[in-house]
C-alpha cells in the first residue's frame, strides 16, 4: 500500500484485538496526531467504523462492505499483485485503462477494476455485459518474461484460477469452456480476455481481463444471454462480499502465476483437465474454417485444445469455439 491511508489500514490491521496509539500512528506515519484523526474521519466516511477510546488508541471495529482500494487491500497477503490499484466506479472497459496504464509504466501485477463497464469487452469485438456493482470487472498488467508464444497459456492459468477459487471458496462445481470461459451447469459465470502487446520475440506487456458474475439476480442479465449466463449468487444462493472475493482471487492468482513461472504449464494442464467441461464428449466445435463434430480429449502441453474429428484424426486447435 501507497497511501499513507492505505499505511495507515495496514498498521490498524496489524493488530487484531487491541487498539494502536495515536502517537504511535502519528510516530509510523511522520504526521501530526491531528492529521492521524483526519484520516481517522475519511476512513468513516468510507464505511470504516472506528473506535477511538481516551488513552488507547484507535481501532477499526469493522469494514465497508464496499470495493475501495482499501477496502481490497486491507489484509491482502500478496507481493506484486495488487500492490499497485486503480478503483474506479464506472469506466468504458477495465483493459482499456489498464493498457492506458501499461504504457505509462504501470509495474507488473498493477490492476485496475471497476463497479461498472458500459463498454465492457469479450474477444472478437463482442460485449460484455458488466451491471454496476453486481460483479467483478477487472484487468491485471502482466510483465512476464517469457516468449509471446506462451500467452495464451495465461488465460488458461487464469481459468484455473477462477475455477479454484469458485469451488474452494464458493463451493459451487465450475467447469472450464474451452479457452476461456467458466461455467457452472453449462452456464457463464465468468468470462476471461488476454490481450497481448509484443514484439516478435518479446512481450511489453499482457492485459489479463476477468469478467465474473458475482451477485446478479438473472433478472440483471440482457434476455439475449439470460438462458446461458449465470451468477454465484444464483448458484450458491448467497451473496458475496466482493472485496474479500477480490482478494482471495488475486492471492490465488499470484501463488499460481508464481508456480507457472518456477515450473511450467505441467500442473496448470492437470488441474484445467481436471475442470475441463465436456472432456471425452464429442461437441461441435467452430474454427475459422468450418464447423464439425469432434470429442474434446483435452489440451496439449502447450495448452492448445486436443479434439479427435468425425473421422477419427487427432486435431490439434489454436482457436476455436465449442458450442454449446
Ligand atoms: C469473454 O469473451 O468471455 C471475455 C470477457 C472478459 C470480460 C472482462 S471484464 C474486465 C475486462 N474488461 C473488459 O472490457 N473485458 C474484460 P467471449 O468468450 O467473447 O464471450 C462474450 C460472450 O459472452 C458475449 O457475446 C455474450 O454472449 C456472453 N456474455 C456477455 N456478457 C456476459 C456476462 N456478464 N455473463 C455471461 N455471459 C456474457
Redesign the pocket.
Known sequence: MESTRGKLIELLSQVEEGYVSGQRLSEDLHISRPAVWKHMKELEKDGYEIEAAPRKGYRIVSFPNKVSENTIQWGMNTNWLGQRLIHKSTV?????LAHQAAQEGAPHGTIVI?DE?T??????N??????KGE?I???IVLRPTFEPYKSPQITLLAATVLAEVFKGYCDIKPQIKWP??ILTDG???????TELQAEQDQINYIIL???I?VN?PIET??E??RD???SLKIESGESWELASLIREIIQTFEKRYEEFMEDGFSKVKLRWEAFGYRIGEIVPIQTYQSSWNGRIMGIESDGALRVVDEEGKEQTLYSAEIQW
Do not use: V, Y
Not at 92 to 96: E, H, N, V
Not at 119 to 124: D, N, V
Not at 187 to 193: F, M, S, V, W, Y
Open positions: 468504458t472497459s477495465t483493459q482499456i471497476a463497464q463498454k465492457g469487452r469479450g474477444r472478437l463482442r460485449s460484455w455485459h458488466s451491471h460483479g470487472w477487472m484487468s476461456n470461459d452456464k457463464k459465470l465468468a468470462g476471461i480476455l481481463g476477468m469478467g458474475n446478479h442479465f440482457p439475449e444471454i446461458k449466463a449465470s
